[in-house]
């Protein structure tokens, strides 16, 4: 290979990656990126105050067992309730105007909580809580938050933005002519700000996956967790999805950059692209191949189960007619971005800079 | 600065270059053969001098015809723009950059490594003066600041060919005449300078040959002494802005190349006529060493018009190409 060339492209990629992560109006991918893990912080928050609760509870009602909790029934007494579990661990009443009496009391025994609603001396209704997450719902939270909203929402928009900028950015700053007048080969620049923008959004997208997972792992108790990581192949998951994000934007980056370089209008792109995207599952098969999704949800590791009832627009998106092979989708997605890439290098040579029309 | 590569091929050539915008009409049926040296396009705005420059070296497709410089083209970049420097009308720049950035990052795109490009960036940044400047942010420049960086840029990598897209425009009269000096020194090694302007007066001195361009067409070509003697006859009206109108008035009319001069309507400025635009720049320099801040010096753009006119219809080369 022509080393000249390498040392352009690393000339383009150092001029290129910074404004690739610190993009002007950009700030908002990182915070896409953010929001799975905020969800997952947020989530284990909740479960840790949940449990402390729960802790206190138990201690303010000893001699509560699982048995006694379940035991209770609607339409006992408070003094058949306060028989079996003793004294509530906490206890609230209330009188509306009519003279109706409410009360509400909560036991536990650590790790299950019972919250009894009594009116005028009755139980009326029971709320029953359990401090352990359920591991398997969870695992299927996890897959459906990755694949609607990160993979769907957050690398795609997160990708249209940093490579659409590529070219479509300069041109609206009116500095791409800077590139266009040095004696580097178009093609070579095309692939140079391809690779800035996969560096940016690479890093910045699976860095978020792999907190997404840590916080999801950190945030079971110690049993759920050895059976996630060990029983269940947590690991595997999480090489997984970090491949499945990379790829994700190696593919939506390459349809991008394309897009940035053939067409003017980013909203239409972004609407054909989106809904391209979304009707993926009903596509003829042949059609099915020239998308990313199709690739990425071949490889996602867990399946999502869409149960009776889903409305259809979301069994769309999840259904998964045939998954491809783990090696076929990847070199499948790999091809389709080098063909993608390929198609941008060609239409780029006739390019030419015409500022005023171009905003 | 180093010799250029031998010549083989030394002239800039197009034939029958069109360029359309759409409906509208960029430039028509060009036919150029430019040798070495200084050559002016002249012509006022909108009469396609940007749009030539733009089509010779590849930032624009023709729509017919076909353009070689030299015997490169810019479908080959490597080779093309290792000999072509274009300092292009564009008044924008890469986000943050500073000046010594601005050059220094386009020398990288060459491949050359780090010491090689600080070396020529700071050699180019010398010659056009801008070294106290050059570590300040690009977006704090003047107007003129701006124009010599982009001027740095354009021959940082010592091209053969060397092509400017109103140079001048922005400069106070001793910078000027400093990038005059530039422009000769270039021309003087045997290489293209090709500046365009739309003021006959501040080129044609310095210019080996001129090109006057009118609403796309090429309308004179050739050495324009023979069209000097009649622009003399013909005043152009100049407009000075600077900080004491007054003072400056009676200034100028100690000389006697003012035939008129009055205070501009915003108080900002002079609005003088001249008939002797060379006398009146060289003295505009001294005025400029001697205490009044003087911002712009800029011909009033319907004069020009009406200047082209005059010489289009009566002096120039009555309306067609003699390529
Ligand atoms: N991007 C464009 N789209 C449409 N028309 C254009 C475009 N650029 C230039 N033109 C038209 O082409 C003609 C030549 O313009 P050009 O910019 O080459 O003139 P110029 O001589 O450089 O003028 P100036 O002195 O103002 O720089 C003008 O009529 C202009 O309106
Ligand atoms: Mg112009």
Redesign the pocket.
Known sequence: MNPVWLKQISAVLRLEIKKSFFARRGLWIYFLALIPVLIWGGHWMVMRYKAERMHTHAQASPGVTREKLLSIKQGMTTAEVEAILGHPASSRTVTRRNGTEFKYWTYSDGTTTRNITFRDGAVQRLNTEHAACDLQEDTVIFAGIFQFFYLRLAIFFGCMFVFMNLFRGEILDRSLHYYFLAPIRRDVLVVGKYLAGLVATTVIFCLSTIAQWTIFVLHFDPINRDAYLQQNNGFSHLLSYVGVTALACLGYGSVFLAAGILIRNPLITAATVLIWESINGILPAALRQISVIYYLKSLCPVEIPMQQGVPPPVALLAVNVDNAPPIVAVLGLLALSAAVVFISTRRIKRMEI?Y??DN | MAAPPPIEKSLIQLNDVSKF??E????NKINLAIPPGITSLV??????????MNLITGLLQPTRGSIEVCGMTPEDPETFFRNVGYCT?FDSYPKGFTGYDFVYSFLRLFGWDHAECEQRAWRAIDRVNLREAASRKIAGYSKGMRQRIRLAQAISHDPRVLIL??PLNGLDPLVRAETIALFREFSGEGRHVII?S?VLHEVDIISDQVIL?SS?YIVAEGQIKGVRSEIEEHPMQVLIRCDRPQALASRIFESNNVVEAKVHGDGGGLLIKTRNADEFYLMMNRIAMNGIMVETVAPVDDDVQSLYEYLIDDGGGGGGSKS
Do not use: A, F, I, R
Request: charged share 10%.
């Open positions: 015409n005023s029309t | 915008y759409g509208v009409l960029g430039v012509g006022p705005n909108g009469s396609g001098k940007t749009t030539l009308q897209d109103e365009s739309h361009m796309g």
